[in-house]
């Protein structure tokens, strides 16, 4: 059973280290949106991905997303799939398949991510699965 669980724009897991990454069409729409020619878009926010098979967006100093503002997403309406996935997809691939321990370890994003939060709260599963 997959869970629906709606992004609460809240900018939590814009505020973790990670790697964010980006296909060709999700430069072209960032660049769009940025009003920015593609070339000086990737030059500006993009850097190469740790395994060398693309780009991904750049952090801010403190490993925050570039594009998190004190306002929110400033690319929310065109964000990449990779964020328009979380929390929802995370949940769904990680869910009763590794243990919540594990999660609480290595996804600490998604147990500070108000919408999981309320997933916990209200779905019977999250009761089941507490010490898998």
Do not use: Y
């Not at 897991?13 to 769009?32: I, K, M, N, T």
């Not at 243990?99 to 609480?104: I, K, N, S, T, Y």
């Amino acid at each position: 059973m997959q869970s629906e669980i709606p992004c609460a724009g809240c900018g939590t897991c814009c505020r973790w280290p990670g790697e964010v990454r980006l296909d060709e069409s999700e430069v072209s729409r960032l660049a769009r949106h940025q009003e920015l020619p593609e070339a000086v878009f990737i030059e500006r926010h993009t850097r190469l991905r740790q395994d060398r098979r693309g780009l991904a967006l750049q952090e801010q100093p403190d490993g925050a997303c570039i594009f998190l503002t004190a306002s929110g997403c400033a690319v929310h309406a065109v964000k990449p799939q990779q964020c328009r996935d979380f929390p929802a997809l995370w949940v769904n691939s990680l869910w009763g398949k590794v243990p919540r321990a594990a999660m609480e370890r290595d996804f600490p994003m998604l147990f500070a991510c108000p919408a999981f939060k309320n997933f916990l709260k209200t779905d019977r599963r999250a009761h089941l699965a507490g010490d898998s």
